[in-house]
């Protein structure tokens, strides 16, 4: 048995045997158990001494407890929110419909649902597939200016890198220095193939050269000499 000791008016030690019994239910578990049930607490409010509802919830957390109260058959209920402090007792009018009295809540954690790794497969793989292609669209052996006939002519004919020539359609060839005339065509490859990969070549190198033309480098204005000061000879020197 747990005993205390305090100091009587004879400075004697006085041991105090501890009178609450082991096995008494606190008033947090017992109000934990019976939610949902119909009851009616006296509390030490002046304004509402006696609360007689549902009791829709208890912290033991915060010390808290809500009780629903109906003040109409057609009206919402009210919600009171008491500290179970102010609680002195408490009248358990009828049990909770589903569980028994004093029972603990049933458990209401969501089943965790199964994950579909097929299908996170496959827009993993979807991805890879896009990543590779994308890399593939660059060739780091080349210029800047390959790179950008490549980039003009994959938007409107399927064109593939080869070592560093550029293959249009899969039928012509663009060399170095990549121009209109380094274009060639592969046995069978019908003329206006070949002159259509052709124009579009020229194309697109009268569009970098228009380009260029437009970009202007400001010219930096001479700084002004600053011409030298006379003051004279130094008097007393």
């Not at 158990?33 to 009616?40: M, N, Q």
């Not at 009828?94 to 089943?111: E, K, Q, V």
């Not at 990543?131 to 800047?144: D, I, Q």
Request: glycine share 6%.
């Amino acid at each position: 048995m747990a005993d205390s000791k305090r100091q009587n008016a004879g400075g004697k030690a006085v041991a105090t045997p501890n009178m609450v019994p082991s096995n008494m239910l606190s008033l947090e578990s017992a109000l934990v158990g019976v939610i949902g049930a119909r009851i009616r607490f006296q509390t030490t409010h002046p304004s509402q001494p006696n609360i007689e509802g549902t009791l829709f919830t208890a912290c033991p957390l915060t010390n808290l407890v809500a009780v629903a109260v109906l003040t109409s058959p057609t009206a919402p209920p009210v919600h009171h929110i008491l500290p179970i402090s102010s609680i002195q007792n408490f009248t358990l009018i009828s049990t909770p419909p589903t569980s028994n009295s004093f029972a603990s809540p049933p458990n209401t954690t969501p089943a965790i649902a199964s994950v579909q790794t097929a299908a996170l497969r496959a827009r993993a793989d979807a991805a890879v597939a896009r990543l590779k292609e994308a890399a593939s669209r660059k060739n780091k052996a080349v210029g800047k200016e390959a790179q950008d006939l490549f980039d003009g002519l994959s938007r409107t004919l399927p064109t593939r890198w080869d070592g560093n020539n550029i293959v249009v359609m899969d039928s012509v060839v663009v060399s170095a220095p990549y121009r209109g005339e380094d274009c060639r065509a592969g046995n069978g490859v019908p003329v206006h193939t070949l002159n259509r990969v052709r124009k579009v070549v020229d194309n697109e190198r009268k569009r970098f050269a228009d380009r260029e033309r437009k970009v202007v480098v400001p010219a930096v204005p001479a700084v002004p000499a600053i011409p030298a000061v006379h003051t004279g000879p130094r008097k007393g020197g």
